[in-house]
């Protein structure tokens, strides 16, 4: 089998168009996992009667389901249900005029949030009790605790953590597909289907993804490193 080297060029192309779809979905899903990834794990971590251990629950359930099922279960209940709740809450939107992006960003989302909650979760745990027994015992808040002490030491350390979560998430993106999404990876099938060139769509592919992990990786380094200085100057 040959390897044609023009039919990667067209491929890469035509899939580059589709990056900023693949980055929407990654970093929309990112921001929404943090922001409810942050409130598990607080809520985790001053044991809040009742919700804490049914979110840890749920969080446990939840990682030992595969992304791909996530996507077909939200997709499956959506197309049954989403008219019923529509025509009940008097939208005129309709299933079948839903723009299906939006299905898989709900299902990146649900899986941001549960790695989301478990890296605050580990970042809070490596910050010593001591410091939370002083911020008590000078009369902060719970907010201003999390705001000034825990929050400020906490993102730096996770930080590496949550730039592996968006490279995992803009792979997992390529699972949007299957609700009829174009990004970057059913863009380079699509032209592969015309000339029945997959090696060549697949290899402008994986090109595009360990670009765009190179990218994420030396940005994320770039921004702790500069995190981590201006702790320091701040500490001392």
């Known amino acids: 089998m040959s390897f044609d080297l023009s ?3 067209h491929s890469l192309q035509v899939a580059s168009q589709y990056i900023g779809t693949t980055l929407f979905m ?3 899903s990112l921001m929404i996992g943090m922001i ?3 409130g598990i794990a607080l809520i985790r971590l001053y044991k809040v009667k009742v919700i804490s251990p049914i979110l840890q629950t749920i969080i446990t359930l939840l990682k030992g389901v595969p992304i791909v099922l996530i996507i077909l ?3 499956l209940i959506a197309s049954k249900q989403f008219d019923v709740w529509a ?3 008097g939208w005129s939107l309709r299933f079948k005029n839903f723009q299906m992006i939006w299905i898989a960003i709900v299902a990146l989302s649900l899986l941001s949030t549960i790695n989301s909650s478990e890296i605050f979760r580990g970042a809070f745990a490596s910050i010593k009790k ?3 027994d002083a911020a008590h015992s000078i009369g902060l808040s719970p907010f201003q605790t ?3 002490v825990l929050l400020p030491q906490a993102i730096p350390v996770s930080l590496p953590m949550f730039s592996n979560l968006l490279i995992n998430l803009i792979k997992a993106s390529a699972l949007g597909s299957m609700v009829s999404v174009v990004d970057v990876f059913a863009a380079a099938k699509i032209t592969a289907q015309q000339n029945y060139r997959f090696l060549e769509a697949y290899i402008a592919v994986a090109i595009i993804y360990w670009a765009l992990s190179f990218l994420i990786e ?3 380094g770039f921004l702790e490193e500069r995190m981590t200085r201006r702790l320091r100057r701040s500490t001392t």
């Open 73 to 75: 279960s939200i997709y």
């Open 146 to 148: 999390i705001q000034r």
């Open 130 to 132: 001591g410091q939370l």
């Open 36 to 38: 409810l990834g942050l």
């Open 87 to 89: 025509e009940s809450m």
């Open 7 to 9: 039919t990667m060029i």
């Open 218 to 220: 030396k940005g994320a």
């Open 26 to 28: 990654a970093i929309i």
